[in-house]
Every structure is written in structure tokens, then in C-alpha cells.
């Protein structure tokens, strides 16, 4: 009994119910199997003890009448340690779930068996203790074991990586994947659409532009690439006189989960970013900055140019510096690049 109560005392009811979804065919049985038993958990732990109390104080009784007292003491002791104790916990904590699950009609007879001696105590310690068990993982406990399984290579580089984006992306504001404001490609609206705009244009690679009256911080509307098709570049035509798409507005401090439901409605995959304190306009993020966090790498399709924003903020600030701040800095970055390469070659090695 002491092996039964070490082996089923130890398996997490959240396991079970994994195994049961989506363990091998054997796991789906045991998991069935030991599921309802384990689910009263302190019902179950107090029938074992019960049981392995009895088992114990009986031995000795027993055998005091087959023999002398100090063989019965001795005997007693010696197949309590081997049998009742040491053995079955070695078994049962290596194969806690096989032995369980073939014992589990012989612990729910126990438990029928001492329930009006057990319910009483099972409800009283669900009253003091709880009467949940299972475990569940906090969200840095879930990006450690995740990290651990591609450290093991369990998981390969690119799913952990995703994996780890999309349990870090709750944290993530739109400011940390916007494009800031005076980065981004934009038209202003009496812009004119001659041959070298449209090739300008059309040459960036986007597929909708911002389009701005006056001042950048007065944006009217998003320009679909598209609508150039057919536009006639000795036309005399202008930006202002192309259909135009609405583009909303998110603050520096919504979550990117928020942005991509947004996105998903399909109204539009870019929006403008502004300010929490003064609403000016600091940015603008698409769906694609938002897929990138999701990633944790750049998308860089056959247009591209590729500008990693975070990286010219960083060369800004340096130029502000001090030149011999410049190169530690500079030398700390290299020396953490050339590492992070080091251990990349040791994990396809």
C-alpha cells in the first residue's frame, strides 16, 4: 500500500489528462483508468494510509502467534522494510502509472470498503487544503520548460522560438513593433502621381501606404499600391484624387494580441500609433511587425530592404555619445554577437 500511495499520490492530474488526449494507446488506457480515482485525491490517499496501517499492525500480531516475540519482531520488521516498503516504492515510483492503473479496481474496492471511515477525513482536509490538484504552469514556468525542450532539441529551433514569441507577445506594446513615424514611407496627399512617384512607390516593396495632409502628424488615409495599376503618369494626377482607406489608430500601450485581432477583423493591417501622453502620432505598425514579434525575426521578402528599426534607434543613440563610450559599447555588442553565433554552430553540431 505504501507503493500505491507513493505512485498515485505523485501523478499530477493535469499529466494524466495530457496522456489521456495524447499519449501513446497503452498511456490513454492507464490515464482512463487512474483518472477517477485520482481525481479524489484526498479520498484516495486516505484509504491507502488506512489500508497500510491496518497491513502493518496486523503483520506482527500474526505472527506472534506462529512464533516467539522476538522472531515476530524481527520477521515483521525485515518484510515490512523489503515487501511493504522499499520494494514497492522503488516499483511503483518507476511505474507508477502502469501498477496504477492495473490497481486501480483493487483501490476503488478500498475505497467503498473504508468510506464511512474515510469520507469524513477526505472532506475535512478538502475544506482545510483545497480540493483542486491539478498543476498548471505559469507562463515564465511554460517559456522555461519550452526553452529547456529546445536546449534538449526536443523541439526544433524554429517551433521553440515561435512557441516562445507567442507566450512573450502578452507583454508586448505596440510601441516595441512599430515602425517609428519619421522611418516609414509616406505620401503627402497633393503629392503628383507622376512616373517617377509611381516607380518610387512600387520600388519600396509596400503594399499600402500612409498617405498625410501638410504635416506627417495628419494622416487622412492609407493608399493601396494597387490603386496605381492603370494610372497614367503624364496624367497630372494626384494622390488625393485615388480612393483612400481608413486607417485606425491604437495607442503606444495596446497589446499586440489586441492589434492582431484588429487586424483579423479585415478592415485593415495597418494602423498609426500614438502617444500615450500627448496623441501625436509616433509610429506606424502592421501586420507584419506583428507576425515578426510572434517569429522573433525579421520577414524579408524579394523587395525588401532590410532595416532592423531597433538596431537605428540603437546607432542614434550611440552617435550621441561619448566616442570612447562608442566603442565599448560597440565592442560589448560584437563580443555578444560573435557568442550567440558560437552557440548556434554548437546546436547544429
Known amino acids: 500500500m505504501s507503493g500505491l500511495t507513493i505512485g498515485l499520490m505523485g501523478l499530477d492530474l493535469t499529466q494524466l ?4 488526449a495524447s499519449g ?5 488506457r492507464y490515464a482512463a483508468k487512474i483518472i477517477p480515482v485520482v481525481s479524489r485525491h484526498h479520498l484516495c ?3 491507502l494510509l ?6 502493518m499492525e496486523a503483520l506482527p500480531i500474526f505472527l506472534d502467534r506462529l512464533t516467539s516475540p522476538f522472531l515476530a519482531i524481527i520477521m515483521s520488521v525485515t ?4 515487501f511493504g516498503e522499499i520494494i514497492p516504492q522503488a516499483l511503483c515510483s518507476r511505474y507508477s502509472l502502469a501498477i496504477g492503473a492495473h490497481l486501480s479496481g483493487l483501490v476503488k474496492f478500498l475505497m467503498a470498503a473504508f468510506f464511512i471511515v474515510g469520507f469524513p477525513i477526505s472532506k475535512l482536509l478538502d475544506w482545510l487544503l483545497g480540493d483542486e490538484h491539478a498543476t498548471y504552469l505559469r507562463r515564465a514556468q511554460l517559456k522555461e520548460l519550452v526553452r529547456m525542450h529546445g536546449e534538449k532539441h526536443a523541439l526544433d529551433e524554429e517551433e521553440s522560438t515561435i512557441i516562445m514569441g507567442a507566450l512573450e507577445m502578452i507583454e508586448k506594446k505596440a510601441e516595441d513593433a512599430m515602425t517609428p513615424i519619421e522611418n516609414a514611407f509616406m505620401l503627402e496627399e497633393t503629392t503628383l502621381l507622376d512616373p517617377d512617384t509611381i516607380k518610387q512607390v512600387i520600388n519600396t516593396g509596400h503594399s499600402r501606404v500612409p498617405v498625410y495632409r501638410e504635416d506627417i502628424q495628419q494622416v ?6 494597387r490603386r496605381l495599376v492603370g494610372v497614367d503618369g503624364n496624367a497630372e494626377k494626384r494622390v488625393c484624387q485615388l480612393p483612400l482607406v481608413d486607417m485606425p ?3 503606444a500601450d495596446t497589446p499586440l494580441y489586441d492589434i492582431l485581432n484588429q487586424f483579423k477583423s479585415g478592415k485593415s493591417h495597418m494602423a498609426m500609433v500614438a502617444s500615450i501622453d500627448s496623441q501625436d502620432l509616433i509610429g506606424i505598425i502592421t501586420l507584419e511587425d506583428v507576425f515578426e514579434e510572434l517569429i522573433q525575426g525579421e520577414i524579408v521578402d524579394e523587395t525588401d530592404v532590410y532595416v532592423d528599426h531597433k538596431k537605428l534607434q540603437l546607432a542614434h543613440m550611440l552617435r550621441s555619445l561619448d566616442a570612447p ?11 555578444e554577437r560573435r557568442a550567440s553565433l558560437d552557440r548556434r554552430e554548437r546546436c547544429v553540431l
Open 220 to 225: 487622412v488615409g492609407l493608399l493601396l499600391t
Open 17 to 20: 489528462r495530457i496522456l489521456e
Open 249 to 251: 489608430l491604437v495607442h
Open 24 to 28: 501513446t494507446e497503452s498511456e490513454k
Open 50 to 55: 488506512l489500508a497500510n496501517a491496518m497491513a
Open 45 to 47: 490517499l486516505v484509504t
Open 79 to 82: 518484510l515490512v522494510l523489503l
Open 325 to 335: 563610450l562608442q566603442r565599448a559599447i560597440r565592442t560589448s555588442i560584437e563580443m
